[in-house]
């Protein structure tokens, strides 16, 4: 799904950068994010600045995939971030990234923009490696509806889901949830890729 403007601007502007920062990426580190010589990737990347934070862990790589196509210029028109790669890609489909090829996928809150948001779990699972390890954030759907009322984003009402619907899904997806933390209106969560038998 593509942003309307007024979320486009508040997704770029310092408070969303400042939370991202000082609360989401600190969350992540928390749970046990770790890219260190890994191979990362960043579902819905945004202007990069997801980049920024994750390039701090020294990753071996960097991918970073957006819809829109503004979205992905600006992450290339960055100068605060070294070896990142950006591309346009649909989440829900990630063919061009191979099977098993990634350590660490991180999703700072993009799903509920995403009504096939279960295809995009499904292809996080494809493309990490066994024991790989899946960083997300999603608000509740409370929360959303209550932005959408006081906002007009228009979120699609069949993006919404619940937290237990979000770990079922993992979990039918073969991820282990291993930690969540909930910081009103969002929940967190590391989930690990079954490893190979």
């Known amino acids: 799904m593509r942003l309307c403007d007024a979320e486009l601007k508040a997704v770029n502007g310092r408070i969303r950068r400042f939370l991202q920062r000082r609360i989401e990426f600190p969350v992540f580190r928390w749970l046990g994010l770790n890219g260190q010589g890994?191979?990362?990737?960043e579902v819905g990347c945004g202007s990069g600045y997801g980049a920024v934070l994750l390039s701090r862990?020294?990753?071996?790589?960097?991918?970073?995939?957006?819809?829109?196509?503004?979205?992905?210029?600006?992450a290339l028109k960055r100068k605060d971030v070294t070896r990142a790669d950006f591309r346009l890609l649909d989440a829900t489909d990630m063919r061009q990234i191979p099977d098993?090829?990634?350590?660490?996928?991180?999703?700072?809150?993009?799903?509920?923009h995403i009504p096939r948001w279960r295809e995009v779990l499904s292809e996080c699972g494809r493309v990490l490696r066994p024991g790989g390890s899946l960083f997300l954030e999603e608000p509740s759907a409370f929360a959303i509806r209550l932005w959408d009322f006081i906002f007009k984003w228009g979120h699609p009402k069949d993006a919404l889901f619940t937290w237990r619907e979000l770990e079922g899904r993992l979990t039918d997806t073969g991820f282990t949830v291993k930690h969540r933390c909930r910081l009103w209106p969002l929940r967190s969560y590391c989930a690990v890729k079954a490893p190979q038998r």
Not at 61 to 67: A, C, E, M, R, T
Not at 105 to 111: A, C, G, K, Q, R
């Open 38 to 41: 890994f191979d990362i990737l």
């Open 57 to 74: 862990l020294k990753p071996k790589s960097y991918l970073g995939i957006d819809l829109m196509p503004e979205m992905i210029d600006l």
């Open 100 to 112: 098993a090829s990634k350590d660490v996928v991180v999703i700072f809150d993009i799903l509920h």
